[in-house]
């Protein structure tokens, strides 16, 4: 039997991997003929990954990502406008260890959201914390965050994501107040976080979306100043999907 307090130690360090890696070898006499420094590596072999797996679980539940995507299940069948070297490189998440941003825009249903929770999913996995938001949503925090002064600690909250997804943007109109919100928030980040935008505007639309000039100017430089783009092409996924599921049905 393994000692009371050496169980409770476990627990208390949350070496819950080691510990039932202990079990298993006071279980097995085969392991007990081994060097210490051999049954230490077969602790720790057991603790390091379920240590990782706890870990992404964290991340994803903190980055409340829309969908459940991964890079490995991108579809390359339909002519979207994806290269599979370009997607390499930006699955490799350098680019937010490097504070760039990313510009992925498109039209509606091509697989904006799909692609930009891929890479967050793909960025947890690497270690980095990731904040998924709709930008009408982001803005509806910083409005009741000005009401009930919980406005600094959200700005801090968004400023510790490594990556920021900001979806829909360009949806809905933008108020004088939301517009310094969003200065705010680009240039907290800006040289310091990434920040990936997903939009059905081209973006030479979004300065006459942001509206008033001498903002949408200092928005836009700090969001497009060396930003990695990415435009999608072709018809809506969900139109293919549908016309894939009406197929089979049929046959």
């Not at 939301?178 to 040289?191: F, P, S, W």
Request: aromatic residues 4%.
């Amino acid at each position: 039997m393994l000692n009371q307090q050496t169980i409770e130690q476990l627990h208390a360090l949350k070496l819950t991997g080691m510990l039932d890696a202990l079990v298993q070898q006071r279980e097995q006499p085969q392991t007990h003929d081994l060097a210490f420094e051999e049954r230490l590596a077969l602790l720790l072999d057991r603790e390091v990954p379920q240590r990782e797996n706890r870990r992404l679980a964290r991340l994803l539940k903190a980055a409340k990502l829309r969908i459940n995507a991964g890079v490995e299940d991108i579809d390359y069948r339909h002519p979207r406008g994806l290269e599979k070297s370009r997607m390499a490189e930006l699955a490799s998440c350098d680019w937010i260890r490097q504070s760039h941003n990313l510009c992925l825009t498109g039209s509606t249903g091509c697989g904006k959201t799909w692609l930009a929770c891929a890479l967050g999913n793909q960025a947890c996995r690497q270690g980095l914390s990731v904040r998924y938001l709709r930008l009408p949503t982001l803005f509806e925090q910083l409005r009741i965050a000005h009401g009930d002064g919980s406005y600094p600690r959200l700005m801090n909250q968004l400023l510790k994501m490594e990556l920021l997804i900001l979806d829909d943007w360009g949806i809905q109109k933008v108020t004088a107040v939301q517009r310094q919100d969003l200065m705010e928030v680009i240039e907290d980040r800006h040289g310091r976080r990434s920040t990936l935008i997903a939009s059905q505007l081209p973006t030479e639309h979004w300065h006459d979306y942001i509206g008033e000039a001498t903002l949408a100017d200092a928005i836009l430089d700090r969001l497009l100043h060396g930003a990695h783009r990415l435009t999608l092409r072709g018809e809506s996924m969900r139109k293919l999907t549908a016309k894939l599921t009406d197929r089979d049905r049929s046959e």
